[in-house]
Nanobody, 124 residues
C-alpha cells in the first residue's frame, strides 16, 4: 500500500523556518513529480511548489518564491520543503502529492497519491 507521510510541521514565530518532509513507502519516487500544497481554514487548497523527478526542475507560486526551497532525495525516497522567512499568512495544513512524470508547473494537476497533511502555524 502506497503511503506518503508528511512531517516537520509545527508552531513557529514570524520570520522563522521549518523544513517539511514527505516520505514515500511502497513507491519509488524517481519518476514522479513531487508537489506541495497548502490549505488554510476556509480557503481552497493552493499549489505551492513542485519538483520534477527526471531533471529536478523546480517551480514555485509567486507568494513563496525566494522564501521556500523544494528538494528531493531519491535515495531516501523523500521530498522536502524548506520554508524560511515564514509569515502568518503561510499558516495552513501542508500536503504533499506525487504525479507520475514531470511537473506541469508549480501545481500538480493529476495527483496519483496524497499525504495526510501536516499543520504549520506561524504566530507570535
Amino acid at each position: 500500500q502506497v503511503q506518503l507521510v508528511e512531517s516537520g510541521g509545527g508552531l513557529v514565530q514570524p520570520g522563522g523556518s521549518l523544513r517539511l518532509s514527505c516520505a514515500a513507502s511502497s513507491l519509488a519516487l524517481d519518476n514522479y513529480a513531487i508537489g506541495w500544497f497548502r490549505q488554510a481554514p476556509g480557503k481552497e487548497r493552493q499549489g505551492v511548489s513542485c519538483i520534477s523527478g527526471s531533471d529536478g526542475s523546480t517551480y514555485y507560486t509567486s507568494s513563496v518564491k525566494d522564501r521556500f526551497t523544494i528538494s528531493r532525495d531519491n535515495a531516501e525516497n523523500t521530498g522536502y520543503l524548506q520554508m524560511n522567512s515564514l509569515k502568518p499568512e503561510d499558516t495552513a495544513v501542508y500536503y504533499c502529492a506525487v504525479e507520475f512524470g514531470v511537473c506541469p508547473g508549480y501545481r500538480i494537476v493529476r495527483a496519483d497519491y496524497w499525504g495526510q497533511g501536516t499543520q504549520v502555524t506561524v504566530s507570535s
